[in-house]
């Protein structure tokens, strides 16, 4: 038998943007309860140093970070919980959470930050690796690998991307690419094949990668016709994925509008979505930046939007 709680405001997830709104909601007095999810802290608590957050001019551990986050949620008042949303009922205020398959958790205000994960190649090296050489986003740990060789995964636009924002930083670009041809825009193609630095390997993929204390290099295979294969190995210092990222939202899917890649569709630019007083903020309503900081700020508005929501139902 389920049991039932009642609340003001609930946040469904807890990276910089669940907690933010955390942070927002209870110094607005609305008393929010906080699912962690499956990944509390979310993305940034696997990854190693985050430099470009500010305020951190030294960096900052990217679990020390979302500690401080959190325990400032805490301090204001947010009641943080272990568990995840397993189902959603959103006809209705109070909309109607269901945590872990057993406890169902109404709320007048629902903020989603579920955020996205990224999309790995399901290599044991991957976890190995992870946060030794191993990265799906460029913007935040390209900074570690200037003068360095570096290998994306990936031959769509977010790879193009990714590959001339690190040629900007390392001396050598791989892109390992398992097709015989990009599956980029034009005018990413162009430029990916105008930067010297950058050598695209067409039709490689990667069997798994080496290295004593971190990455040192990736076994790939080569496709040479139908039947042949070649087995090469290319030495790098960092192996950077970018085949996509899969927006956290089944839960909502068949409540909430979703993109054709599955993340949450917003009002201009806004955390609203299509059900007034239910907000979405963070990765799982960003297919383009995908930053902490972005994620922070979308936190921030999503609490104030879900204020504002409170107020004008009394």
């Known amino acids: 038998m389920t049991n039932t709680d009642r609340v003001k405001c609930l946040i469904i997830g807890s990276g910089p943007a669940g907690y933010t709104a955390a942070i927002y909601a209870s110094r607005a007095n609305l008393a929010p309860v906080v699912y962690e999810g499956i990944q509390p802290g979310g993305q940034l608590t696997i990854t190693t140093e985050v430099e470009n957050f500010p305020g951190y001019p030294d960096g900052v551990d990217g679990v020390t970070m979302m500690e401080d986050l959190r325990r400032q949620a805490v301090k204001f008042g947010a009641d943080v919980r272990a568990g995840v949303a397993t189902a959603a009922d959103l006809s209705a205020s109070p909309f109607k959470i269901t945590i872990d398959g057993e406890k169902v958790v109404e709320a007048d205000a629902l903020i989603i930050a579920t955020g996205a994960t990224a999309k790995y190649l399901g290599l044991a ?100 016709g139908e039947a042949d294969e070649e087995k090469v190995d290319i030495a790098i210092d960092g192996f950077f994925l970018a085949i996509g990222h899969k927006p956290n939202t089944e839960v909502f899917k068949d409540w909430l509008p979703t993109d054709a890649n599955g993340y949450i569709v917003t009002e201009n630019g806004s955390p609203r979505t299509n059900i007034p007083g239910v907000f979405a903020a963070g990765d799982v309503a960003d297919p383009v930046y995908r930053q902490a900081i972005t994620a922070a700020a979308s936190g921030c508005k999503a609490a104030i939007e879900a204020e504002r929501y409170l107020l004008a139902m009394r």
């Open 125 to 224: 090296d991957e976890r190995k690796y992870a946060g030794m050489g191993v990265s799906a986003c460029a913007t935040c740990d390209g900074f570690f690998y200037r003068k360095k060789t570096v290998a994306v995964v990936g031959g769509g636009d977010t790879a193009c991307e990714e590959a001339l924002y690190l040629a900007s930083l390392a001396k050598q670009v791989y892109m390992i690419v398992r097709k015989p041809f990009l599956r980029a825009s034009k005018i990413m193609q162009e430029k990916v094949f105008s930067t010297p630095n950058i050598e695209i390997l067409f039709e490689h993929n990667t069997l798994g990668l080496y290295g004593e204390n971190g990455v040192e290099g990736a076994h790939l295979v080569k496709r040479q």
